[in-house]
């Protein structure tokens, strides 16, 4: 069954997931290693009594909870709301297969909560043995909130043998999570020190203790990249095959794959030459610059990750155009408008004369004059292909996808999408339904560019 779900103009709604999903995990793994962070730095200036330190650790704390506690607790319910109104179907199957998991990542993150909060605003007011044990507690439920939400977003990559078995182990300990559950926790070592290279340039005066926090965090950032590399190499390896295809064939996959490997050596080199052996280089340049490269990298990671999902939302489960992969041969026999209960009351609505009693009779879609025709095309596109394409303008936007096409191409690519791009769900519905939909498009297919010396016979801009 396919519930209505939200366009975003010429954005496209898995887009606005995209950025505010890349918002939320800049955050959110700065809030597991930053935790790490705090609790071997704190640990380390109780230790050598250095009260300097201790009071940059202090302001850190305060950047630390009111960036990771507060904004990245609103991204995260963002995500909640985008997914939940841009892909109902998938955040339904997600929920009914993991809900112990959310039950168990709520927990972890009231634990965290309140040791965060414990930890700041009990500075100075307890022992230093309880003050590192609450940014111990602090950073192990973030690490452990990290795995359990790496485990459902695995799942959505590679569900592996779940379409057959089901269960929740089955999906939680899919192939995708040990490998990003490395390549996370090495981002988030990584992500923490870019973090605290920039606070610490910007906000810590002594050049002295510069150099002491510099040479200290390039440890756990080196570690974090030679993670995230292992990780990504597991990552890889446990792609689906239409995952790989679609890397190999997707100018836009090859690029980011490209700017990946670019960001990813000059990080390397960076952090080796910067502070691991020039502690002295923290300035505030370097520091706004570091993290520049480090934001660029994750949100272009996390792109390529989402982006090789397609056709699917959850692998082999729901389809990117918001049906489960199984549900395919029943709306073609049925219909795609008739098999989802709001499309049939649109239709119902819309056009009384094509309804058989409560049914739709689809062959009485084609006795509809033209206008109303490409009317139920656009229903029909604003359910099946909006996922991925814009009406008019924007993203992939399909006039922009079709210019100059025959109405033979046009047909030929309604009816079967998925042999045009792998990465494109198949058409669901029937024949007539994928007939009202290409009228749809050729009305708003533009035609061949003019001016061109060589083209279609229609190339001076007519039809
Ligand atoms: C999962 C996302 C997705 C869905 C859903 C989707 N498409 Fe596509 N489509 C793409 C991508 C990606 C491309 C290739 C990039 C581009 O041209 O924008 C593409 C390309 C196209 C093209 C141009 C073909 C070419 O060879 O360049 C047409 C036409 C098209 N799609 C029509 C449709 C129609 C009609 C539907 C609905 C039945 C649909 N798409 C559903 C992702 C999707």
Redesign the pocket.
Known sequence: MHYPWWYVPHLTSPMLIAFIAVVHVLVSHYAVGGGLFLFVETRHAHRTSNREYLDYLHRHARFFVLLTVVFGAITGVGIWWTIGLASPLATEVLIHTFVFGWAMEYVFFVIELAAAFLFLYFWGRVTPRTHVLFAGVYAFAAWVSLVLITGITGFMLNSGNWPERGGFWNGFFNPQFAPQVLARTGGSLLLASMYVYFHASICSPSSALREIIGRRSARPALLGAVLIVAGGAGWFANLPESSVAALMK?PALNIFMAILFAVTVAVFAMLYFGPYRNPAWLTPGFGVLFLMFGIVAVTVGEFVREAVR??YIVHNVV???NILASEIPGHRAAGFLESGPWTRALIAAKFPQVMDGTRIDERRLLDLPPPQRIEAGEI??MH??????ATDTG??A?P???IG?APEM?HD??TS?EL??H???P?AGTPEESQV?AEW?ESVRPPFPAGMRFGPASAEGGE
């Open positions: 997707a397609k056709p389809m990117s155009s029909l596109f099946h292909c909006n996922d991925c394409h993203l992939s399909i922009h996808v079709t096409w046009i690519v309604v999408p045009f791009h990465y494109m769900p058409f939909l498009i």
